[in-house]
């Protein structure tokens, strides 16, 4: 279930040559070393989704001016730069921007006064935006830009008050990553630059405004807000966010802040977190950044959580009760230390933060909640991975992307980056034993705090304190592969789930014999146990089978976003037009990509599929984020549907690659995602 971002299935163009010796980029003297590492070096390199020049001079603060106007869907007002001139002979500041209305450009000189710069905003590219040049000659210490953003600026959504919970107040949210933040301010948008920031916003006065910065939990609502972030971030993790919002506790240094229907109801689900941090804080070192709240947000939140530092987004999806979701909240504290503390170098690298983030989630949720339960996580991403193995080009499948790999940076997320990643960490650890291993990664979110890295850093860092520590446990030969090979090398650790054994023996009874299993049974079922009975269903099931499991499951209609995602595609293929209302509620009602969007996939392959996804899409989209909006766009634009109605021909049931009643066999004893392209991995 850490298969977020959808891999839609783009023409991946794989550039000549090899990125694996680049510098690391980093800007701030670091502690002392261990003597084993190697010190960065200061130079850059190549971010092929940035336009800046962070070679030649930086943004190391960033202030912020706004005014926050929910009538005309605008930002607008000043950003400053502090700048760190790199190059002495640069006469020029890159930015990236997009969609933005650049009114004036300005240098503070000596005197402070301000003067203006000339400046040129080139024609907007679809994926980067435009490159803002600014004319610097005197390399000024402090620039000024005053901007305005666009209603249809990608890294914000504003949404009218009728699509809020409360219907009362209008509300806005950013999404920066991976490439939005030049949506809503013009900056240097690559993770290799980070600065501090302030902020200073105005909005009408009944709204909230909050920041990935120090916010108050008793912070008045007057319309006029300021904010402090002392800690060095990269641009994707700018965000903020307005309206209708009240505070919850959790514990003196955690809470939530939602909508007043939702905080209280939130709080309780998500009332372990201070169990969490303390957890994460005993393996991988102290908190680091103050308060840690999390920010549940409308259901058109296109994520299911983004680690905005203090200030996790997430999604109210998965706010179901009974806390089985919850390990959304392990894996965005996780990016705490995992990506926020230690920053990839590009997107590319995107590993590097989501790999051992979900790593530390699984490690974290076995903590808090045993063995089994991290093992069911585990078991339904590596069969993800597995399905994604099928179709997904093999040069997607490394661990470190080459440069042009992805077109677009929203689309490089994978299953490969989360579950792959997160398993050579597991094999890692399995390797070394757990103890030294969790030394290792504890000593190596220290020693790169505040830093972006490349692959090649961590390999470094791993060789030193890792290989060459403990000789004749592991080869750099065996390391490389998992980092630059395809698929899931030959000795990867498995992972067995007893609960899913007992699933896996219900669903193969059941499609035997028709005989579904006992209540006792199926009552006590997790989120995770109805998730895999439906994934490891064959590729389709006549609609009597799928009518025998809604009349005794109601898993049509069913609250539940992670069962819905892989109900409603089921009932699509296999032709079960009862189905239908409830799908056209809940593509209407959620935003939420991961979830709606095997759905839209599903139904584009008939035409009939088609015209009915055309037709919901008409009436959610006015809801939906532009991330989202995107995707459905895209999907439906390639549809090439190969049967005329909505019950699958033969030609539509083998285009798909779900498992078949055979696979569910094979996962009750074998459960891994280990590749075809590489040697079957043993089994434990
Ligand atoms: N940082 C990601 C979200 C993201 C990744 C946004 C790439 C844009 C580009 C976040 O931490 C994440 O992984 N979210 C997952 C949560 C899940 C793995 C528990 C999601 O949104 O599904
Ligand atoms: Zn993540």
Redesign the pocket.
């Known amino acids: 279930?850490?298969?977020?971002?959808l891999m839609l299935s783009l023409a991946a163009i794989l550039a000549a040559g090899c990125n694996r010796d680049p510098a690391p980029a980093t800007e701030t003297a670091q502690p002392a070393a261990p003597a084993t590492a190697a010190a960065p070096a200061a130079a850059a390199i190549t971010d092929e989704f940035s336009y800046a020049q962070p070679d030649k001079v930086r943004i190391a603060d960033l202030a912020l001016d706004l005014a926050l106007d929910f009538a005309a869907k605008q930002l607008s007002g000043t950003a400053t730069y502090t700048l760190e001139w790199k190059d002495q002979s640069a006469t020029e500041l890159v930015l990236d921007a997009r969609a933005l209305t650049i009114d004036k450009v300005e240098a503070e000189g000596a005197g402070g006064a301000w003067a203006p710069l000339q400046f040129a905003l080139a024609p907007e590219d679809k994926t980067l935006g435009s490159k803002l040049t600014i004319q610097a000659p005197q390399r000024p210490a402090k620039v000024r830009v005053t901007y305005k953003t666009s209603p249809e600026a990608s890294g914000l959504q504003w949404l009218e008050a009728s699509m809020t919970a409360g219907k009362q107040h209008p509300f806005m949210f950013s999404?920066s990553?991976?490439i939005h933040a030049r949506s809503w301010v013009p900056l240097q948008d690559t993770p290799q630059v980070r600065f501090t920031y302030t902020a200073h916003v105005t909005a009408p006065a009944e709204a909230m405004v909050l920041m990935s910065a120090d916010n108050d939990p008793k912070a008045v609502r007057d319309g006029d807000y300021s904010f402090k972030m002392p800690q060095k971030i990269p641009s994707?993790l700018l965000a903020i966010a307005a309206g209708d919002l009240v505070f919850e506790p959790i514990s003196q240094r955690a809470g939530v802040w939602a909508e007043p229907g939702m905080a209280s109801r939130a709080a309780e689900e998500f009332s372990d977190t201070e169990k969490m941090i303390q957890t994460a804080e005993k393996l991988y070192g102290p908190y680091r950044w103050d308060r840690y709240d999390i920010l549940v947000l409308p259901p058109s939140f296109p994520?299911?959580?983004?680690?905005n530092p203090r200030l996790t987004f997430a999604?109210p999806t998965v706010v179901t009760g009974d806390k089985s979701l919850v390990?959304?909240v392990a894996?965005?504290l996780a990016?705490s230390w995992s990506?926020n503390l230690v920053t990839f170098a590009t997107?590319n690298d995107?590993w590097l933060?989501?790999g051992f983030?979900?790593y530390v989630?699984n490690r974290l949720i076995e903590a808090l909640y045993g063995q089994e339960r991290a093992a069911q996580e585990t078991v339904i991403g590596r069969n993800e991975l597995k399905a994604e193995y099928k179709t997904i080009d093999p040069k997607l499948q490394v661990l470190s992307l080459k440069p042009g790999a992805v077109a677009d940076?929203?689309e490089?997320?994978s299953s490969t980056v989360?579950t792959k990643g997160a398993w050579l960490l597991q094999f890692l650890e399995q390797r070394f034993g757990r103890a030294d291993f969790d030394a290792f990664l504890r000593g190596y979110f220290d020693h790169y705090a505040f830093q972006s890295i490349p692959t090649t850093e961590f390999l470094k860092y791993a060789k030193a304190n890792l290989l060459d520590k403990h000789p004749g446990k592991l080869t750099m030969q065996e390391l490389e592969q998992w980092v630059y090979e395809p698929g899931i090398p030959p000795g990867a650790p498995q992972v067995q789930s007893r609960g899913f054994s007992v699933v896996d023996a219900a669903r193969v009874a059941w499609l035997g014999s028709a005989q579904l299993p006992a209540p006792a049974v199926t009552s006590a079922w997790s989120t995770q146990e109805w998730v895999h009975f439906i994934e490891s269903m064959p590729e389709t099931l006549t609609p009597e089978q799928l009518k025998q499991l809604d009349d005794a499951y109601k898993l049509t209609g069913t609250p539940n976003g992670e069962i819905a995602q892989r109900w409603y595609p089921l009932t699509v293929r296999s032709g079960y037009a009862e189905a239908r209302p409830a799908i056209a509620e809940f593509l209407q009602r959620i935003g939420?990509r991961?979830l709606i969007m095997p759905t839209y996939e599903a139904l584009v392959k008939t035409d009939d599929g088609l015209a009915f996804a055309k037709d919901v899409f008409a009436k959610a989209r006015p809801g939906y984020h532009p991330i989202t909006t995107a995707s459905v766009e895209a999907t439906i634009a390639q549809a090439k549907p190969a049967a005329a109605s909505a019950t699958p021909t033969s030609d539509a049931a083998a285009a798909e690659d779900k498992p078949t009643a055979d696979d569910a066999e094979k996962n009750a004893t074998h459960t891994d995602g280990t590749s075809g392209t590489a040697e079957p991995a043993e089994t434990n």
């Open positions: 279930m850490r298969h977020p971002i999404q990553q991976q994707y994520y299911g959580g983004m680690e999604t390990s959304l894996h965005e990016h990506g997107p995107a933060n989501e983030t979900s989630e940076p929203d490089a997320s989360y939420r991961k």
